[in-house]
Each structure stands twice: as C-alpha cells, then as structure tokens.
C-alpha cells in the first residue's frame, strides 16, 4: 500500500465502515443494492468492518494453491536475537513493539536458518495469514518467470495482451513496465475514505467482478511511464495478463511455478471476486508464516531452492536494481519496495503491517504478519527490522 498515508482507522477497515453505514441506512433495500452494485451483501460487510484484518480471508471466495506432497527442508537452530531495538527514537524491548504494532507472527533466518520464532497466542504454524499486498510482489515473481519464457515482454502494451481492453485508448498506451513499477498513471486512487467504499482500491477489492472494474478504470491522471504512483490496479491487470498468457489461474500458476518447486509446507489459498472467479491479484494471498519466509529465502538466494532456479537470477536482479521512478518517495522496482538509508534490502510491504524483509548484506529474511493500522509506521518498522539484521550477522563472541 501507499508509503503516504500513516492512518489508524477507528473501524479496521474503514471502506467497509462506510459500506456498512450505507447498508444501514437503507434498511432492507440495502442488499438490493449490494447485488445491483456488484458487492458482498450488508451482513458480510457488517462482519468485515469489525474482524480483525487477519480474519477476513475466510469471509471470501478462494481458489487453492496447492503446496507439494513432501516440504522442503527448513533448517531450524534457535539463538538469541536482539531484546531490544530502536522504535521511534527510543531503545524498547522487543516484546514491546511487537505489542505495540499488533505482530501475529515474527520470524527471522539468518544465513537459511530459522533463528526465531515467535506467534501471539492462539495463532501458530498452522495458521493461515494474509498477505495483502505482499502478493503484489509475489506476483513479480510469476511476471519474472514468464518474460524468461517468452511468453511476456516488458513492452508489451496491456490492449495488445487482453482482447477485453483493446477498445480503451488508456490501455493502449500503458505497458507491462509501467505496472511492474508502478507508473502506469490509472486514475484509481489508494482509497481509504470510509464514506467513499466504492471508489479506488476499496471498490476494487469489494467488487464481484474485477474484470470489468479494470475495463471500467480506463482513464489517466499522468501519462505512462512519467510519474510513480502507488496503484493496486496496475498489479491487478498483471494478475489478468498472466492469466490471459499461460491459459490457467493465477492460483494454479503460483502452486506449480513457486509453491511447490519452493517445497511449501502448506496449501495456500488465494481469494476470489467471487466463486471460481478471478484472482485479487493486488493482495488476499493466504499462507503459513514459514512458506512466507520461504518465499524471501528464495529471493535472497537469487532465486534458487536448494541449488535450483525457480526464479530467474535475471529477474532478482532487476527487482533488486530501483526503477527510474520513485513510487510515494521510496525506491520501487517490480512491485517491491527498496528501503531508504538501509542495506542491500527489499521488502514486499502489505498493508495492516505485513513484511518480508530481505537483507542481503546480512544474509538475513525477517516475516513480520501483523493486524496494525492501515499503512502505519512501515518505516521505524523496517529499522527495526533493519537493526535485527545488522546484529544477528554481527561476529559473535567464542564461548
């Protein structure tokens, strides 16, 4: 989600608030105009206005991403990390932040080796968390692994790709790198306002046709290419593209190409529009907390698993080297993040404070899966995470 916004909304989610409240108002004829307008019925909203954010992938349609017979190896050899780190210009115990920013779950490898792991109560490794827009990045990663087949090209122009769009001038114009790195210039707004719960990324991630909510956006606020805005339509018609390219659901793409080849402890699931409909490509991935960790493993191993190349290293490389354009004022590249004043570190960042953290200097990954608020403190986080890294790596003492 936007690097802009830092906002702790009173509802957990604040389109739905305002969803909910219409719902209200209109009595009965509410779910009249739910079903005219393409969304979930007023007592869903009711529901997903209050639950934690984390809760809410079950409320929703969803197509399995099946993991492999057997999992892979993940080495475990538990050992003290830091109990405490910078927050705000303070030194507080761990435990504190983690408090503080409603962590779920936190894991840390270091070198492949998971070092720490820690759960609140009531969740553990069996738990399904989203992703929100961390699947904004895994997405890249599926992107990668079809312009190394040639199935892709960075220059193909989004009309020429979807039949369904070539009638829209805007399409035409806007390539498969604009949305990589976000520049496409689409007019959908990162939209929060609860008394606006159709328009921008709400309406989007509410609709029950994302299809014609894409054709439907066919309009420009900067021309492609010129300017880095924070869309989660552009990742959205990334997840339609692939779709359209490799004749299956993205889904089915990311167990075969990355969940099983990674040896994913745990199926997967991704939400849907609505039943065996179509992918929300921008977010809604859900999965254990180790198979998020294994996906930043790989990353940092320049795609590899075990010796084995299932992203290309070409394609690392060119998530790892910041676009022309900044997205928000943060380095950005192929849907993720570059992190100002860091290391040689990256993080796919979802909103609700979901991480995974990849520091290369140190041959750290962190997961961070959180129920914060929206958008809120991602960047003391990521010095936390940042501080982590550095003295876990550091030389330890001999015994």
């Known amino acids: 989600m936007s690097r802009a916004r830092r906002l702790r909304p009173r509802f957990r989610h604040p389109w739905l608030a305002g969803a909910l409240a219409g719902g209200v108002a209109l009595g009965g004829a509410?779910?009249?105009?739910?079903?005219?307008l393409g969304v979930p019925n007023p007592i869903t909203l009711a529901a997903l206005a209050i639950v934690e954010p984390s809760a809410i992938g079950t409320w929703f349609a969803?197509?399995?991403?099946?993991?492999?017979?057997?999992?892979?190896?993940?080495?475990v050899r538990t050992r003290p990390i830091p109990d405490r780190v910078p927050w705000k210009g303070r030194s507080l115990p761990l435990g504190e932040v983690l408090a503080a920013t409603h962590t779920n779950a936190f894991l840390v490898s270091h070198k492949g080796v998971l070092i720490h792991e820690w759960y609140r109560p009531g969740w553990d490794q069996t738990t399904l968390f989203p992703s929100w827009s961390?699947?904004?990045?895994?997405?890249?990663?599926?992107?990668?692994?079809?312009i190394a087949g040639g199935r892709l090209a960075e220059t193909d122009h989004v009309a020429t790709l979807l039949p369904?769009?070539?009638?829209?001038?805007?399409?035409?114009r806007i390539t498969v790198r604009d949305l990589l790195d976000m520049t496409s210039g689409l007019a959908v707004p990162e939209n929060y306002d609860p008394w606006r719960p159709l328009v921008g990324t709400a309406?989007?991630?509410?609709?029950?046709?994302?299809?014609?909510?894409?054709?439907?956006?066919?309009?420009?606020?900067?021309?492609?290419?010129?300017?880095?805005q924070y869309r989660s339509i552009d990742t959205e018609i990334l997840g339609l593209i692939l779709a359209e390219v490799e004749g299956r659901p993205l889904a089915d793409l990311l167990s075969d190409r990355i969940w099983k080849p990674m040896g994913a402890q745990a199926n997967a699931t991704w939400n849907l529009d609505r039943p065996g409909g179509t992918e929300k490509a921008f977010c809604c991935i859900n999965a254990v907390a180790r198979?998020?960790?294994?996906?930043?493993?790989?990353?940092?191993?320049?795609?590899?698993?075990?010796?084995?190349?299932?992203v290309p290293a070409s394609w690392i490389g060119r998530i790892e080297t910041p676009a022309r354009r900044e997205v928000d004022g943060w380095p950005y590249s192929a849907q993720w993040w570059h992190i100002p004043e860091g290391d040689d570190d990256i993080s796919a960042i979802g909103v609700y404070g979901q991480y995974v953290y990849i520091n290369r200097d140190t041959d750290t990954v962190i997961v961070?899966?959180?129920?914060?608020?929206?958008?809120?403190?991602?960047?003391?986080?990521?010095?936390?995470?940042?501080?982590?890294?550095?003295?876990?790596?550091?030389p330890r003492p001999a015994p």
Do not use: C
């Open 30 to 36: 509410s779910f009249a105009l739910v079903a005219l």
């Open 134 to 146: 961390v699947a904004k990045s895994v997405v890249s990663l599926l992107v990668g692994q079809a």
């Open 164 to 172: 369904s769009l070539r009638g829209e001038p805007a399409f035409g």
């Open 203 to 228: 309406g989007m991630y509410l609709t029950r046709d994302i299809r014609d909510f894409v054709k439907e956006s066919a309009r420009l606020s900067s021309n492609p290419g010129s300017e880095g």
């Open 368 to 394: 961070k899966l959180s129920d914060h608020g929206a958008e809120e403190d991602e960047a003391d986080t990521l010095a936390v995470m940042l501080a982590i890294s550095r003295e876990v790596a550091a």
């Open 291 to 310: 198979d998020f960790l294994r996906l930043g493993l790989m990353v940092a191993d320049h795609g590899r698993v075990g010796g084995t190349s299932v």
């Open 62 to 75: 969803s197509r399995v991403v099946a993991a492999p017979g057997i999992s892979g190896i993940l080495p």
